[in-house]
């Protein structure tokens, strides 16, 4: 078969379609009857800004603290504490200056 | 390729974007204009692609109720006309509801699309433009998309490409696979010329 005749058995498969005027007014009709239940996104969020800080937005905040304070504790000990058995930690050699300085052995 | 959509696309952007602000703060009676405007050839071309008079108010609804409810972050003067990006849509829709169709029975799959010939097709006709359709359908799906938008897409070259979003060019080369795919289903089906019967 040449381009042409493929062409034609192609376009054949779907023959065109005429849309009548009283299917065009009906399908219009439908469409404005639900469009005026359909919520609209666009004029409610236009011009509207994100305060994150108000006290509403605190319950959705709630569930990120829950991990993120237990967390931050988590590090601030164990950057102090993890110190007390690694002689070339900052935070060790800083604890050893100042309680080299403060405290007074007992016994002394 | 096919028939030219719009006589004057820049203007008929125009009137879309005039249109869309006004749809945006809820006027109804611009909404109106714009399925005027486009409601007939999208009803016509979605009717053509999944063959059912049902299924196309179906997909041209919900494609003009996603206008209705996001009119309002349309960007004017942005990269696509108003028309590309709708016709873009529907097309996709009816693409998608045709890849649903096996779950229907094989006598949905490829409905006759215009009444007129129905009463006068064959069973023959009917099975032979069902084989085509099959093969159409059974395409990888960049090829599918080409060479239905090409053959019952009513658009030109340049607004195909656009369409699907890729330069002119790559179109061509992926019609040139289609074609290429097509041809041997349909040998495959012995459907080699026009008169030939299943």
Redesign the interface.
């Known amino acids: 078969?040449n381009q042409e005749?493929?062409?034609?058995?192609?376009?054949?498969?779907?023959?065109?379609?005429?849309?009548t005027d009283e299917?065009?007014d009906n399908?219009?009709d439908?469409?404005?009857d639900?469009?005026?239940t359909?919520?609209?996104?666009?004029?409610v969020?236009?011009g509207r800004t994100w305060k994150v800080w108000t006290p509403g937005r605190w319950p959705t905040l709630a569930p990120a603290l829950r991990f993120a304070v237990p967390l931050a504790v988590a590090v601030v000990l164990g950057i102090t504490l993890g110190g007390q058995y690694e002689d070339d930690w900052p935070v060790a050699q800083f604890s050893t200056l100042y309680l080299s300085t403060t405290l007074v052995p007992v016994g002394s | 390729m096919g028939q030219v959509k719009q006589a004057s696309p820049a203007a008929g952007a125009a009137a879309d974007d005039d249109l869309l602000q006004a749809i945006?703060?809820?006027d109804?009676l611009a909404?109106?204009r714009l399925?005027?405007r486009h409601?007939?050839p999208m009803?016509?071309l979605a009717?053509?692609?999944t063959?059912s008079?049902d299924d196309a108010?179906e997909v041209?609804?919900e494609a003009?109720?996603k206008v209705?409810?996001?009119?309002?972050?349309w960007e004017v003067n942005g990269a696509a006309a108003f028309s590309t990006w709708f016709y873009r849509v529907v097309f996709n829709a009816c693409l998608d509801r045709r890849r649903r169709a096996p779950m229907a029975p094989l006598e949905d799959a490829?409905t006759?699309?215009?009444p007129a010939?129905i009463g006068f097709e064959t069973a023959q006709e009917k099975e032979r433009?069902l084989a085509?359709?099959a093969a159409?359908d059974a395409l990888p799906e960049r090829q599918r998309k080409a060479?239905w938008l090409y053959?019952?897409g009513e658009v030109t070259g340049p607004e195909a490409a656009q369409i699907l979003g890729m330069s002119l060019s790559a179109l061509e080369a992926l019609l040139v696979r289609g074609?290429r795919s097509?041809?041997k289903a349909?040998v495959k089906r012995g459907?080699?010329?026009?008169g030939d019967i299943l």
């Open positions: 078969m005749e493929f062409d034609k058995i192609i376009s054949g498969a779907m023959p065109p379609v005429t849309i299917r065009l399908f219009i439908t469409v404005l639900r469009a005026a359909e919520p609209r996104l666009g004029s969020t236009q | 945006a703060k809820g109804q909404f109106r399925m005027e409601a007939k009803l016509a009717h053509r692609l063959g008079a108010d041209v609804q003009f109720l209705w409810r996001l009119a309002a972050r490829g006759p699309v215009d010939p433009r085509i359709v159409l060479v053959y019952f074609r097509l041809k349909l459907i080699v010329s026009i």
